[in-house]
């Protein structure tokens, strides 16, 4: 039996409410796959966002990364609110900021977003993001290191803790630059003391028991992640 006590380390843990549900794997696409987020100005918008409903106690994020053109998260709604009700005002604030700062700048990217629904003018996000419940620690981990993964299969960088609007580097190197992220308790790759002296800093270990599995899912590819990105990317 593996002891998780062991990988724990408090200073990456908060105080967290009680939750009656499993974390969710979370896609959000733009619409179109158009590359809205490739400015660093709307990534800091989603970041908001989640930094405010983790303040509220409306959510624990433990995982996440934000790519030009959709975004994953893995996290747990709490207390008793409902998952559709924080995607829902997620979703909603998020896309005002965006149209907001595109509005005031009368950017033509505006333009593109026009789709003159009957509930809506423009749209930022695809309708029907995809919701995953993560029932097990084995998806837990294969949907943490699938997110992780996606700026590198994107070509993007060479390491995933390289790219900075991702958990990675806080799994990989106890880096805190995100605030509202904590540990999930039922993951099994948590942060231990780097036993590679050479390196000198804080870093990643898995369990053993989860190494083949790592291995095997460090392959796995995002279908989104293969949107073209510029002939100078």
């Known amino acids: 039996m593996l002891n998780i006590n062991r990988y724990l380390n408090p200073n990456t843990m908060k105080n967290v409410q009680s939750s009656n549900r499993y974390p969710d794997f979370i896609t959000i696409t733009c ?4 590359p809205l987020l490739e400015q660093d100005r709307f990534k800091d918008i989603i970041i908001s966002s989640l930094d405010f409903l983790s303040k509220q106690n409306r959510v624990n994020v433990y995982a996440f990364v934000i790519m030009p053109n959709h975004l994953h998260l893995i996290w747990q709604i709490l207390g008793n609110y409902k998952r559709e009700d924080v995607q829902r005002d997620f979703l909603k604030f998020t896309s005002q900021q965006i149209l907001k700062v595109l509005r005031n700048e009368k950017s033509r990217v505006q ?3 026009l789709v003159m629904a009957k509930d809506r003018k423009h749209q930022v996000w695809e309708r029907n ?6 029932w097990s620690d084995n998806v837990m981990w294969q949907k943490l290191t699938y997110i992780h993964h996606n700026p590198v299969k994107a070509g993007l960088y060479k390491y995933p803790d390289d790219y900075e609007y991702s958990s990675a580097s806080f799994y990989h190197k106890g ?3 995100w605030n509202f992220l904590t540990h999930c308790s039922r993951l099994k790759c948590l ?6 002296k050479g390196r000198g800093s804080p870093g990643f270990r898995m369990p053993s028991e989860f190494f083949g599995l790592f291995v095997k899912n460090r392959g796995e590819t995002c279908s989104l992640c293969f949107y073209s990105y510029g002939s100078d990317q």
């Not at 993001?129 to 993560?134: A, D, M, N, R, T």
């Open 31 to 34: 619409l179109n796959w158009m």
């Open 191 to 196: 942060l231990v003391k780097n036993t590679n």
């Open 111 to 113: 333009g593109e977003l």
């Open 175 to 177: 880096v805190r630059k």
């Open 129 to 134: 993001s995809l919701s995953i419940p993560l």
